[in-house]
T-cell receptor, first 114, second 111 residues
Framework: DAGVTQSPTHLIKTRGQQVTLRCSPK?????VSWYQQALGQGPQFIFQ???????QRGNFPDRFSGHQFPNYSSELNVNALLLGDSALYLC?????????????FGPGTRLTVL | QKEVEQNSGPLSVPEGAIASLNCTYS??????FFWYRQYSGKSPELIMF??SNGDKEDGRFTAQLNKASQYVSLLIRDSQPSDSATYLC???????????WGAGTKLIIKP
């Protein structure tokens, strides 16, 4: 049973550039949530995708956008990168119709903005 | 502002003892409560979830929920050095799809 996968593992970009991060959910899951985690902080919710639409969004600027594909995989795009965007980006998958709303995390993508 | 509060620690516990981690939340509409473990540089790993008041046990771990007092705790019995990690508390509401996270408690198990 494949777990949540994310790519790439690490990424280094410069200010002003754009980045795309990818996530494949756990087998059988249909919902993908994206989080940003700065060092020493808990994860901060960016947005959640279900049925190829953004179902809920956290307090992040429009520079952060996403997409969900028919196979439930998802992308997170960040435009006009700022130094403050350096963080661990986490993807979590869950099953919308499941008895629980438990989210399972991928290994994360470490983004460094120089 | 919906908040989840945890003591940042570090909490130092001798090997073999019981580690007690606490979490309080501000929103009385919260329905689901989760404990995740995160090793340095890694992603959060689910330990347990709890929905009903009372205790829920899974191996060496026990989650305790008290909705009237708005707190949830995690007990780790027979603590092992491999339990040394940051423990994150997360809370969800039925009407809200996002998890609200605490900043985590760093736990150190001393051999």
């Amino acid at each position: 049973d494949a777990g949540v996968t994310q790519s790439p593992t690490h990424l280094i970009k410069t200010r002003g550039q754009q980045v795309t991060l990818r996530c494949s959910p756990k087998s059988g899951h249909d919902t993908v949530s994206w989080y940003q985690q700065a060092l020493g902080q808990g994860p901060q919710f960016i947005f959640q995708y279900y049925e190829e639409e953004e179902r809920q969004r956290g307090n992040f600027p429009d520079r952060f956008s996403g997409h969900q594909f028919p196979n439930y995989s998802s992308e997170l795009n960040v435009n006009a990168l700022l130094l403050g965007d350096s963080a661990l980006y986490l993807c979590a998958s869950s099953l919308a119709s499941g008895a629980t709303d438990t989210q399972y995390f991928g290994p994360g993508t470490r983004l460094t903005v120089l | 502002q919906k908040e989840v509060e945890q003591n940042s620690g570090p909490l130092s516990v001798p090997e073999g003892a019981i580690a007690s981690l606490n979490c309080t939340y501000s929103d009385r509409g919260s329905q689901s409560f989760f404990w995740y473990r995160q090793y340095s540089g890694k992603s959060p790993e689910l330990i347990m979830f709890i929905y009903s008041n009372g205790d829920k046990e899974d191996g060496r771990f026990t989650a305790q929920l008290n909705k009237a007092s708005q707190y949830v705790s995690l007990l780790i019995r027979d603590s092992q050095p491999s339990d040394s990690a940051t423990y994150l508390c997360a809370v969800n509401m039925v009407s809200n799809y996002q998890l609200i996270w605490g900043a985590g408690t760093k736990l150190i198990i001393k051999p």
